[in-house]
């Protein structure tokens, strides 16, 4: 690796070479904040960097390196989606009602961070309230795509993916809820990663929607994938879902070949409407991965057309509730009126943007008397029969392999005034939060236009090792995509 372009390095490759002695964390957190600094007024990814709190976690981590201690993650530094808190940075969830606010306390996945030696970069961009699927939603910034910033990066974790991307993070976190971990990846070139629901705890993620959310990593190959997974999961007291069970050796699934694997092709996902290019690029992933030895199968997933309805009724519902802290009385920013309620109303109105407010409305609405057993017990029907569609795919197969998105990375501001459209970009991605089941996004070609294209692979509950598996040995065969 060139010396002097650390920031192009994978977590695997760094940790390798700081372990040798070959260079420090100091050199390799600078030559990433040198990369910020060249191109972020272009690329618009962080919404706050500290640059001299990142070069005393740096020097830490070469102090502890020195006094012999090891970690998965030491020294290298990670950017942080704008929706975990990170005690004593801001975390405004890239919206104006939270302007002035800052954690005084760590999600765990903070914690385990640290724990690890990784270095906390800074705050990257996001749709408000991680309701987006391009980052044009954010207050603060519109985030672009590395690979054509006239293009969005994805959303809602679209700074997370743009960083990542552009070599102004080594790796990062997001949040999912219905692909905003995967479908950013797709859209910028990365590998994104959506761990089953209760793998890694949710405590210090501000929720969207409750029992959709999921925090994973978003990396530039497969192992980076699977390091950062490892290091952030596991069981946690402080969250209710979180499931009690061992965290396995994700690296030990990574083998570079798929003899004896089943994987799935539901026809669902192969319809008319997914964009040719990307068609052309999945089908060429999937013949990869059938000349690695992988023998593939037809499943039916036949509830799959319902999934965009019953994901926005259960996402917005839940949303609308979470969403009521936000009132000006407790944190972030208040907007005074002649009472309580006058208060209440102008804070909202003023620090929630248009989409906010939207899904708010939408999510009290299912859930108001007379409307609540039309649409949201339905919707909530309707997710079981989902899940029990993967769970009857599963029992034929090892993993399902689907494109992530319908398209590749659309203009700015093309979707920008058509919420319908900007919804069905998620159909591919939010069945695997409906069922709680595992997915990642890894890149397999590239448009005409030079934009990435990503391959889906979504597999069993807890079975993360599927999937990575079948990531990686795809990579090797395929090569690693960079801008």
């Known amino acids: 690796m060139n010396p002097y372009s650390y920031q192009k390095g994978t977590i695997h490759e760094l940790v390798n070479l700081l372990e040798k002695g070959a260079c420090t964390s100091e050199e390799i957190v600078t030559d990433v904040l040198d990369s910020i600094g060249a191109l972020d007024k272009k690329i618009q990814a962080y919404v706050f960097v500290d640059r001299e709190a990142c070069l005393e976690q740096a020097q830490?981590?070469?102090?502890?390196?020195?006094?012999?201690?090891?970690?998965?993650?030491?020294?290298?530094?990670?950017?942080?989606?704008?929706?975990?808190?990170?005690?004593?940075?801001?975390?405004?969830?890239?919206s104006k009602i939270m302007e002035g606010y800052t954690a005084s306390y760590d999600a765990t996945v903070i914690s385990r961070l640290r724990e690890e030696g990784a270095v906390l970069l800074g705050r990257v961009n996001m749709d408000e309230f991680a309701m987006g699927s391009s980052t044009?939603?954010?207050?603060?910034?519109?985030?672009?795509?590395?690979?054509?910033?006239?293009?969005?990066?994805?959303?809602?974790?679209?700074g997370s993916a743009a960083a990542v991307a552009a070599d102004e993070a080594i790796a990062s976190?997001?949040?999912?809820?219905?692909?905003?971990?995967?479908?950013?990846?797709?859209?910028?070139?990365?590998v994104g990663l959506k761990p089953t629901y209760g793998r890694v705890s949710r405590y210090g993620l501000v929720a969207y929607a409750s029992s959709l959310d999921q925090i994973g990593?978003?990396?530039?190959?497969?192992?980076?994938?699977?390091?950062?997974?490892?290091?952030?999961?596991?069981?946690?007291?402080?969250?209710?879902?979180?499931?009690?069970m061992a965290v396995p050796d994700f690296q030990s699934a990574l083998k570079e070949g798929l003899e004896g694997a089943r994987l799935g092709l539901p026809a669902e996902y192969f319809v008319e409407g997914v964009d040719p290019e990307v068609r052309e690029g999945v089908d060429k992933a999937i013949e990869q991965c059938r000349s690695l030895g992988a023998e593939t199968?037809?499943?039916?997933?036949?509830?799959?057309?319902?999934?965009?309805?019953?994901?926005?009724?259960?996402?917005?519902?839940?949303?609308?509730?979470?969403?009521?802290?936000f009132d000006g009385v407790r944190y972030g920013a208040r907007i005074d009126g002649k009472d309580p309620i006058d208060m209440y109303a102008k804070t909202r109105e003023q620090g929630f943007g248009e989409e906010v407010k939207r899904r708010i409305i939408l999510g009290t609405y299912v859930l108001s008397s007379g409307y609540y057993d039309a649409y949201y017990l339905r919707a909530q029907k309707v997710r079981t029969l989902i899940r029990n569609d993967f769970e009857k795919a599963f029992e034929s197969c090892d993993a399902l392999l689907t494109p992530t998105t319908p398209t590749a990375a659309f203009a700015v501001g093309e979707k920008k005034g058509d919420p319908l459209q900007m919804y069905l970009n998620d159909v591919f991605t939010v069945t695997a939060n409906l069922a709680g089941i595992?997915?990642?996004?890894?890149?397999?070609?590239?448009?005409?236009?030079?934009?990435?294209?990503?391959?889906?692979?979504?597999?069993?509950?807890?079975?993360?090792?599927?999937?990575?598996n079948v990531a990686y040995a795809y990579e090797q065969a395929a090569g690693r995509s960079k801008v």
Not at 217 to 240: C, N
């Open 60 to 94: 830490m981590a070469d102090q502890a390196r020195q006094a012999g201690k090891k970690g998965s993650l030491l020294g290298v530094p990670i950017a942080i989606k704008d929706v975990l808190n990170v005690k004593g940075d801001p975390c405004t969830c890239a």
């Open 136 to 158: 044009e939603n954010s207050a603060l910034k519109v985030t672009r795509n590395p690979w054509n910033t006239d293009y969005v990066p994805g959303g809602s974790s679209g």
């Open 173 to 190: 976190l997001g949040s999912d809820t219905g692909g905003s971990i995967r479908q950013p990846a797709a859209f910028c070139g990365c």
């Open 217 to 244: 990593p978003i990396t530039k190959d497969v192992r980076d994938s699977a390091i950062l997974l490892e290091a952030i999961s596991g069981y946690d007291q402080m969250d209710s879902t979180s499931v009690d």
């Open 297 to 325: 199968v037809e499943v039916d997933l036949p509830h799959t057309s319902h999934a965009i309805a019953a994901y926005y009724i259960i996402a917005n519902a839940e949303a609308s509730a979470n969403l009521a802290r």
């Open 438 to 468: 595992c997915g990642i996004s890894v890149p397999c070609g590239f448009t005409s236009k030079g934009l990435p294209i990503g391959l889906q692979i979504l597999g069993p509950a807890y079975k993360e090792e599927n999937v990575l």
